[in-house]
């Protein structure tokens, strides 16, 4: 079964770039989105298709995508940026989600 | 603006039946080319998605779960369910129902999650 990996945790100095990476095998040829979860609330998808932004998402937020790595970037990142943020493929007919990442804005 | 809300018992006992139910509102379930999907995660943990349902009635399971679970819609009441059976401590955990993008496949809008205790 496929597998993606992320970082445990990332930190960020507030209001540098904060980015968070999802490594899987040739995950540029797959579709990779982001969700970012704060604590005790459901998680809210902030790129979708590698790079697109859903309506409502700051433009600080985009994604890149290729090889064996995706990457999550948040610009200028705020405190309200400190959340947990999952990357998700489809991989045949299944759902993986990566196992998550900690980011923490200094 | 559509809204899901998921809805059942916050405690089942081991080997039991777990049930529960997502309420759609502010859009229908029939005839639309959204999937719908619950996912959950064990406390501290990530998220691990369980299955999805189409409005006909077509589904895909995980597979490690797939021999537990049976997932169902109601498109009369607009809502869509989840059975996991013979449950154990494992299955602890925040259930989430969400809707998933047709063509992108992201879950794009989520219930806020029903937590679900297995203990005797």
């Known amino acids: 079964s496929y597998e993606v990996t992320q970082p445990l945790s990332v930190s960020v100095p507030l209001g540098q770039t904060a980015r968070i990476t ?14 970012q979860q704060k604590p005790g609330q459901a998680p809210v998808m902030v790129i979708y298709r590698d790079k697109n932004r859903p309506s409502g998402i700051p433009e600080r937020f985009s994604g890149s995508n290729s090889g ?7 610009s200028g990142a705020q405190a309200g940026d400190e959340a947990d943020y999952f990357c998700q493929v489809w991989d045949s007919i299944t759902v993986v989600f990566g196992g998550g990442t900690k980011l923490t804005v200094l | 603006q559509l809204q899901l809300q998921a809805s059942g018992p916050g405690a089942v006992k081991p080997s039991e039946t777990l049930s529960l139910t997502c ?26 998605w369980i299955g999805s349902i189409f409005y006909s009635g077509n589904t895909y399971y995980n597979p490690s779960l797939k021999s537990r679970v049976t997932i169902s ?6 809502q869509f369910s989840l059975r996991l059976n013979s449950v154990t401590a494992a299955d602890t955990a925040v259930y989430y129902c969400a809707r998933r993008m047709p063509s992108d496949r992201a879950f794009d809008i989520w219930g806020q999650g029903t937590m679900v205790t297995v203990s005797s």
């Open chain 2, 73 to 78: 819609v109601d498109t009369s009441k607009n």
């Open chain 1, 22 to 35: 999802c490594g899987g095998n040739k995950i540029g040829g797959k579709n990779v989105h982001w969700y």
């Open chain 2, 23 to 48: 309420s759609v509102s502010g859009g229908s379930i029939y005839g639309s080319y959204y999937y719908w999907a619950w996912i959950r995660q064990p406390p501290g943990r990530g998220l691990e």
């Open chain 1, 68 to 74: 064996n790595t995706a990457t999550l970037t948040i």
